[in-house]
C-alpha cells in the first residue's frame, strides 16, 4: 500500500533477481499459483474467482490495476495466513523466495495496491513522522505473539504439555526446528495450496528447538490452559528471557 511513498524502499527497488518466487523443490516458479479460492472474500460481489487468477506472471502485480483484477481498497479480499513454522519455511533464509510456495493464498501473496497517495488514512501521518518500511517484527507469524513480546519480552508455555489434553497441538517438526514435517510429497505450489501436507501444524511447539513463536489465527482456536498460561506471562514483564525447558514443556502459539 505504501510501495510508492517517496524516500522508502519501495516498490522501485524490485527487481525480478530479488522478487521472483520459487517451487517448494527450489526451482523458479513459471507461473504465480493460482489465488486459491479467489482474490475476493466469500460473499463479494462482483467475485474474483480462482479460475480468473491462472497464470499470472511470477512477479508482483498491482490488485487494484484498472488493466487487471480492478480490486479497489473497499473491496475485501481473502484473508493470508500468518503461521509460526510456515512464515519461516516462505522467509527462506532471508531471501523471501517462498512466500507463494507455502503459503495457503497462492500468488496474493505478490499482490499490492497502486493507491494514490491521498487515498490512505495514514499516509499523511507516515510523511508527518516515520514510515518504517524496513521493519523487522519480533516474532515470526501474526500479530498475537509480537503483542506479547512487546509487553514481557517472552513467549507463554505451557508445561507438560505432551501428556495433557493439548498434546494434539503440538507441531511436528523437522530436526532444523524450522520446518514442519511433510505428510506426504509437497509436490508444486502450482497444484494446490497447503492443506492437509504436514503431519501437523498446530498452536504450540516443544521449547527443545530452535524456534519461540506461533501464529495468531491458530492461537485463538488454543485450550482455556495455554490462554491462563499466556495470562500468567504477562505478568512476568520483569523477566525478559524465555528459560529452555525439557522437551515435554511447550511454547503455546
Partial sequence: MYGHFPGANGLQNVTAANSQQLDRDGSVLATLPKIWGG?????????????????????????????????????????????????????????????????????????????PPDKPPLYKIAQQYTLADNFFMGAFGGSFLNHQWLVCACTPVYPNADTSVAKGSISAMNPDGVSLKLAKAAGSALSGNTQALFVNSATSRPTSTRSTQCSRRTSRAATSRPRAATRTSRTRASRPRCRRRSSSTSAIC
Fill in 39 to 115: 482474490l475476493t472474500a466469500t460473499g463479494v460481489t462482483p467475485a474474483v474467482t480462482e479460475a480468473m487468477t491462472a497464470n499470472l506472471p511470477n512477479a508482483p502485480f498491482a490488485i487494484d490495476d484498472p488493466n487487471g483484477f480492478n480490486t479497489q481498497l473497499n473491496v475485501t479480499t481473502r484473508d493470508l495466513y500468518h503461521r509460526f513454522y510456515e512464515n519461516q519455511m516462505q522467509i527462506d533464509g532471508g531471501k523471501n523466495d517462498k512466500f507463494a510456495a507455502w503459503g495457503d493464498s497462492g500468488g496474493l501473496v505478490m499482490g499490492h495496491y497502486d493507491t
